[in-house]
Nanobody
Framework: VQLQASGGGLVQPGGSLMLSCAASGSGDSGTVMGWYRQAPGKQRELVATISRGGTTNYAESVKGRFTIFAYNAKNTVYLQMKGLKPEDTAVYYC?????????????WGQGTQVTVSS
């Protein structure tokens, strides 16, 4: 399974960005896709995940600001980010292969940088 992520960039505080991730290839990609992020000097952390049935899970720090959604027919997951804060600055990674909303899968995208700065 290959994951191709896109959509990162530089945005001012309060701004918006949307990330997308397309899954392709053979193999068991699990039933959950999602986004994790890693800031310099910190551990990788869950941002948001979504199951094929549409159940979502968010980190407390992004609830109400970020929305994850997916088009199952296209094996694509999106992360709409609004009200961005400097502390959202990180490399964001697409993830797949898990069957649980709170457990990392074994497939990772290449990472896309999100920088929130004035």
């Amino acid at each position: 399974v290959q994951l191709q992520a896109s959509g990162g960039g530089l945005v001012q505080p309060g701004g918006s960005l949307m990330l997308s991730c397309a899954a392709s290839g053979s193999g068991d990609s699990g039933t959950v896709m999602g986004w994790y992020r890693q800031a310099p000097g910190k551990q990788r952390e869950l941002v948001a995940t979504i199951s094929r049935g549409g159940t979502t899970n968010y980190a407390e720090s992004v609830k109400g600001r970020f929305t994850i959604f997916a088009y199952n027919a296209k094996n694509t997951v999106y992360l709409q980010m609004k009200g961005l804060k400097p502390e959202d600055t990180a490399v964001y990674y697409c993830n797949a292969g898990s069957s649980f909303l709170t457990v990392m899968g074994r497939f990772w995208g290449q990472g896309t940088q999100v920088t929130v700065s004035s």
